[in-house]
């Protein structure tokens, strides 16, 4: 079965500081990978995605993230964070069988906390 | 703005209610899912509807019962809840069938408190 693991619950960035968001994955397969961001009170936004090809992709609001599968793993990346960057970031990943819809697996999450 | 809409916002019910939990998505995506959501958890799956066929259903307690009247609605009928039952109720959406390699689109969600 597919997991996600996402090592790091709290983190804290002084604001202007780059931003690394750890992220593994567990699946026989190659696996679709995304990267989700919640703010209170929210739903979930699609940060960015990897199906195939270029491992390096590049996302919304700055972000961008390398799929590595030799150390399976998707981290999130920002050269500089913003204080409304503070939020919930979830990793998550798709079955990729195909023949059907199927939900994601998310990781447990990772709270971003910005110092002023 | 998001592009799918889930209505209520909030909703207090009593264990002996009835109520509805509807979602809309008009991007003409094919599947749509619901999810539930503790604080400070992950979102878990709980229903897949592709086609408007019930593709998925994760185990969930028959108490929760799920509608897809056509493609664009996706409604959760609540019955006798337990107050653990307490949540945010995440609607999502995805093109064609495949839902694994399609991203997924949520709305803002429905707060669920059950006294």
């Known amino acids: 079965a597919q997991s996600v693991t996402q090592p790091d619950i709290h983190i804290t960035v002084s604001e202007g500081a780059s931003l690394e968001l750890r992220c593994n994955y567990s699946?026989?397969?190659?696996?679709?990978l995304f990267w989700y961001v919640q703010s209170p009170g929210q739903g979930l936004q699609l940060l960015l995605k990897y199906f195939s090809g270029d491992t390096l992709v590049q996302g919304i609001k700055g972000f961008e993230a390398e799929f590595k599968r030799s150390q399976s793993s998707f981290n999130l990346r920002k050269p500089s964070v913003h204080w409304s960057d503070a939020a919930e970031y979830f990793c998550?990943?798709?079955?990729?069988?195909?023949?059907?819809?199927?939900?994601?697996?998310f990781g447990k999450g990772t709270h971003l906390i910005i110092q002023p | 703005d998001t592009e799918v809409t889930q209505t209520p916002k909030h909703l207090v019910m009593g264990m002996t209610n009835k109520k509805s939990l509807k979602c809309e998505q008009h991007?003409?995506?094919?599947?749509m899912y619901w999810y539930k959501q503790k604080a400070k958890k992950p979102p878990e799956l709980m229903f897949v509807y592709s086609y408007e066929k019930l593709s998925i259903n994760e185990s969930v307690p028959s108490r929760f019962s799920p509608e897809c009247p056509n493609s664009s609605l996706l409604n959760l009928h609540l019955h006798a809840l337990q107050p653990e039952d307490s949540a945010l109720y995440l609607c999502a959406s995805s093109q064609g069938g495949t839902g694994g390699n399609q991203p997924q689109h949520f709305g803002d969600g429905t707060r669920l408190s059950i006294l």
């Open positions: 998550a990943v798709g079955e990729g069988s195909g023949g059907g819809a199927d939900g994601l697996t």
């Open positions: 699946y026989g397969a190659t696996p679709y």
């Open positions: 991007m003409g995506h094919r599947a």
